[in-house]
């Protein structure tokens, strides 16, 4: 680790938005939970349980290590700079991306070396899993390269070179992707080795509300995004207040998902539950069109928010109308997807359906 430890480039990595990887595993696992208990096509491996866990820690790496790469490529872009003239000049930018680079306390080629580090150990994490199951549970290998390989390939090229996706109005749609279906498929698949309806339906709005939290992120950095030429959907679309519009689709169509699912018996009926935290999702897009139309407004956490446990924190740097918005947007994923995890468990036959 150099001369930081463990937990400074673990903290250095965002690790807040772990939640936006971890949970569509999860949901991943308690679908195959759910399939080992009512499937009697799925019978329990206690392997599969193993490889599955292994995955867990796999997915953190990867997500703590692309992380890192993409503080990397932005600071060695010049985008970090970029957000500190656009400050300087009266604009209200977040400003906390690589500040421990900026501080002196890593390098950006300390950066870079600990987020292939974490890769290298997720990488093995995935070939663990793809000898063992290929060998002890069956596993096709077409599915597990698939997985593997794009998961990969997307996560670098999101903001490393050459593709440099999420500079060209496709760090969205790759968001939607990887942390939607890319994980939680195949947390399913690890511990059953199978593929079902069911898991593919649900990744679904898993998919599209990690997009929500990038596009409201973008819609709150728009015009540091703007400067560092960083073609996020919202700048590719022109205003914040139409980056707006987009959460509205995206929240309507993971409820659609759910609904639709249930009706094509894709989904067991207790997934419905689900629909409890409209409240929640009318309540965080009041707060991001509060933002694009009076963004000088002051806002502080409600209950049904969730835990802010860090706000004290956030307002001495600034940047708690950020933190407010993206946080909201973070529970709401996590609440709908553990809601549609659980309530799975509930669905008794639904797989024969």
């Known amino acids: 680790m150099a001369k930081q430890g463990f937990k400074f480039w673990f903290q250095a990595s965002r690790n807040p938005a772990l939640g936006q990887s971890l949970t569509p595993y999860i949901l991943g696992m308690l679908f195959a939970l759910s399939a080992w208990i009512y499937n009697p096509q799925v019978s329990f491996n206690p392997l599969g349980l193993i490889l599955g866990l292994l995955g867990f820690l796999g997915v953190g790496a990867a997500h703590t290590g692309i992380n890192l790469l993409d503080d990397y490529f932005d600071y060695t872009r010049g985008a970090v700079a970029q957000r500190e003239a656009l400050i300087d000049g009266g604009f209200r930018a977040r400003l906390l991306k690589c500040a421990y680079i900026e501080s002196g306390e890593a390098t950006a080629k300390e950066t870079r070396n600990m987020g292939c580090l974490f890769v290298s150990f997720a990488l093995i ?28 390939l997307l996560g670098v090229m ?57 596009n409201t ?20 679309l022109g205003s914040k207040m139409a980056g707006f519009w987009v959460d509205i689709v995206l929240l309507l169509a993971s409820y659609g998902c759910i609904v639709v699912g249930v009706i094509l018996g894709a989904l067991p009926v207790s997934t419905l539950v689900v629909l409890i935290t409209i409240p929640v999702a ?10 694009v139309t009076h963004p000088d407004q002051e806002e502080t956490p409600r209950w049904w928010m969730g835990r802010f446990t860090q706000w004290e924190a956030y307002k001495k740097a600034g940047i708690e109308w950020f933190m407010l918005r993206w946080a909201l947007a973070r529970n709401l994923l996590m609440q709908f997807v553990m809601i549609i995890a659980v309530t799975s468990l509930l669905g008794f036959n639904w797989y024969l359906s």
Not at 168 to 173: L, N, Q, R
Not at 221 to 232: G, L, M, P, Q
Not at 283 to 288: A, I, K, M, N, S
């Open 158 to 214: 999101y903001s490393g070179p050459p593709l440099r996706l999420s500079y060209h109005g496709f760090g969205e749609v790759v968001v939607g992707i990887v942390f939607g279906a890319l994980i939680a498929i195949p947390a399913y698949y690890v511990c059953t080795a199978r593929l079902d309806a069911g898991i593919v339906w649900a990744s679904i709005p898993c998919g599209l509300l990690t997009m929500n939290i990038v």
């Open 217 to 236: 992120h973008a819609i709150m950095d728009f015009e540091s995004d703007k400067a560092a030429d960083r073609t996020t959907f919202v700048v590719l």
């Open 282 to 291: 009318v309540g965080f897009l009041r707060l991001v069109r509060l933002y």
């Open 125 to 152: 994490c995935g070939v663990i899993i793809f000898v063992c199951g290929l060998i002890f549970l069956g596993y096709d290998w077409r599915y597990l390269v698939a997985f593997i390989v794009l998961g990969f």
